[in-house]
């Protein structure tokens, strides 16, 4: 952080500045005088300094600039650069998520609607060449008539799946007292676009062991992001996966959402998070699917979750967006195609499960 002084300050009110920000724990102010302003760096640890609380301490302070991130733990100068590999538990094994890493698949339907069709969606996707199901338990609905998850139930029914199949487990969790009981079931834990901002859902699911798969909010800054992200890796839990699942934009006429795969080699530069895509909830619509998933593997993304389901016309949620077990396992095969066109992963073991699974 650097505090930048009017022109012509007085040099005893330099000197004044420089001795209380000294007094303050870990922090000292280094001098740099220009032609015309004089500029005083603040060197340590400035994370939970607020820049306003600093340009308070003279009237003679033209503005303070904050050089680091606001979401430090969740930056890549964090890691001096690297990325992050957040490393799941399965019934099969340790999956890996990260840059350097074999692309992970998740897919499943929207809601886990009974435990035929959820161990039925299981079994294909698996088939296909996935390692996670998702599906939702909880479900946030814009209106409180729609569908809104079979609960506990669900969860029941994700458990069977992930017994009968060995595949791991990405659900919702919407309510901080619904974690708990969520955390014994699954892999991951979802936080979803609705959540968040969430704070006190976030600081909870920092303070357990599970991974979390922090989705970006519908209109949320890049910042806003990575700043939520910070609040579980602040808390305790270093394994937060992010997910892009598109934002809201002037034009929802034909897609219900923008998916910014543009925030792939952004996020790249900001942070050494894994980065999953959406491309289900980013456009809405089956059709537009494989077309973004792929887009976004040659972008560099490091996993996709996309939404199956046994017979979307059917679906209790999100059935227009959702692709058949067919479709997903002709896309898995295109999307193996780009990667290894782009050269990402292509030689990887997860790779070789896909094109030896049709
Ligand atoms: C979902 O994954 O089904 C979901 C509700 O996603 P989002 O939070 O991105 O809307
Ligand atoms: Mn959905």
Known sequence: ????????????EIQR???EINCWNNIVAEKSTGKHQVVIGLIGDTTELEPSRVGVLSPFIEKVVRIEKPFKRASREFR????????VNTPQGIVDFGQ???IVHIAGPCSVENEQMIVETAQKIKQAGAQFLRGGAYKPRTSPYAFQGHGEKALEFLATARQETGLGIVTEVMNVSDLEKIAEVTDII???ARNMQNYSLLKKAGCQSKPVLLKRGMCATIKEWLLAAEYIIAAGNPNVILCERGVRSFDNQYTRNILDIAVIPVLRTLTHLPIVVDPSHGTGKAEYVPAMAKAAIAAGADSLMIEVHPNPAKALSDGPQSLKPEQY??????????????????????QSTI???V
């Open 1 to 12: 952080m650097i505090i930048v002084m009017k022109p012509k300050t007085p040099a005893i």
């Open 17 to 19: 500045i420089s001795e």
């Open 80 to 87: 001096h650069g690297e990325s992050s590999i957040v490393s």
């Open 100 to 102: 350097d890493c074999p």
């Open 190 to 192: 979802q936080i979803g």
């Open 329 to 350: 396992q002709e896309l898995m095969q295109e999307m193996l195609a780009v990667s290894q066109v782009a050269d990402y992963r292509a030689k990887s073991a997860n």
């Open 355 to 357: 094109l030896t699974a």
